[in-house]
T-cell receptor, first 114, second 114 residues
């Protein structure tokens, strides 16, 4: 079956702009979680959605938001971009949840903020 | 505070030699522990997990990990390294009571030299 699909794969924005990233999970998976990956900070948990409800969130400012649709596809939005938001954004889907189940990751969306 | 640590930023090993990538955890209660691997410019791939049961867990690509409760460790091992094992390895942990969040290590870069 098809894997986790993230779009776009690469994007360049300038400070102050906003960006929306999309994630299509594996068919049948109801959990989608988002992560920010940077060389210095490793993998940082942003939030998890399960059946359209935010089940958990990490320690990121309110500029970072997300949502999940009825078909389990998820989007995350970052407003008022800062240089430090440059990172690889990964989403992962799971059938049971990000804490106990095997996570299936997409290849990521690499965001560069100039 | 709960944490997962990967004490080595980088591990170098010769092809054919055994490899160990270290992970220690500080998680209350009964931990769930995971290993993931990330190849260059790709998302993370699940290797193995410990939830309960046998302390020695076998996973994908010939990897295994040993859960050691007294040493609070979950080291990843492989008897004979391949050049293709060169990648970034992440350990993650959590428990059912930790607000359902996984805590991620910062990653260990494994280089297998031919």
């Amino acid at each position: 079956k098809a894997g986790v699909t993230q779009t776009p794969r690469y994007l360049i924005k300038t400070r102050g702009q906003q960006v929306t990233l999309s994630c299509s999970p594996i068919s049948g998976h109801r959990s989608v979680s988002w992560y920010q990956q940077t060389p210095g900070q490793g993998l940082q948990f942003l939030f998890e959605y399960f059946s359209e409800t935010q089940r958990n969130k990490g320690n990121f400012p309110g500029r970072f938001s997300g949502r999940q649709f009825s078909n389990s596809r998820s989007e995350m939005n970052v407003s008022t971009l800062e240089l430090g938001d440059s990172a690889l954004y990964l989403c992962a889907s799971s059938s049971t949840g990000s804490d106990t189940g095997e996570l299936f990751f997409g290849e990521g969306s690499r965001l560069t903020v100039l | 505070a709960q944490s997962v640590a990967q004490p080595e930023d980088q591990v170098n090993v010769a092809e054919g030699n055994p490899l160990t990538v270290k992970c220690t955890y500080s998680v209350s209660g009964n931990p769930y522990l995971f290993w993931y691997v990330q190849y260059p410019n790709r998302g993370l791939q699940f290797l193995l997990k410990y939830i309960t049961g046998d302390n020695l867990v076998k996973g994908s690509y010939g990897f295994e990990a040993e859960f050691n409760k007294s040493q609070t460790s979950f080291h990843l091992k492989k008897p004979s390294a391949l050049v293709s094992d060169s990648a970034l390895y992440f350990c993650a942990g959590g428990n059912a009571g930790n607000n359902r969040k996984l805590i991620w290590g910062l990653g260990t870069s494994l280089a297998v030299n031919p």
